[in-house]
Nanobody, 115 residues
Framework: QVQLVESGGGLVQPGESLRLSCAAS????????LGWYRQAPGKQRELVAS???????NYADSVKGRFTISRDNAKNTGYLQMNSLKPEDTAVYYC?????????WGQGTQVTVSL
């Protein structure tokens, strides 16, 4: 079973950038689909981006062209590079890994975009 720890959240102004990291341990990270989700206050958790073990990538329409998901299997770490941040990107961001019946979540990291 993989364990996940997110880092890199914070408070930024509109237009700025952040990079989130997701450190994995406990299993073979490269075999898992890695996803980044977010949940804003009063809203449902939504998929932001995902990358499969084969490198297939999917983005939510709201972040296409601004966010980039990647993974470094040698470091057992996934990343979400977020550029041109907007106030509506404010949320708790969660890292997720899936493989077969395994569905593991990190604890989340807060991203706040505000003047």
């Amino acid at each position: 079973q993989v364990q996940l720890v997110e880092s890199g959240g914070g408070l930024v102004q509109p237009g700025e950038s952040l990079r989130l990291s997701c450190a994995a341990s406990g299993s073979i990270f490269s075999r898992y689909t890695l996803g980044w989700y977010r949940q804003a206050p009063g809203k449902q958790r939504e998929l932001v981006a995902s990358i499969t073990s084969l490198g297939n990538i999917n983005y939510a329409d709201s972040v296409k062209g601004r966010f980039t998901i990647s993974r470094d299997n040698a470091k057992n770490t996934g990343y979400l590079q977020m550029n041109s941040l907007k106030p509506e990107d404010t949320a708790v961001y969660y890292c997720n890994s899936k493989r077969g019946p395994s569905d593991v979540w990190g604890q989340g990291t807060q991203v706040t975009v505000s003047l």
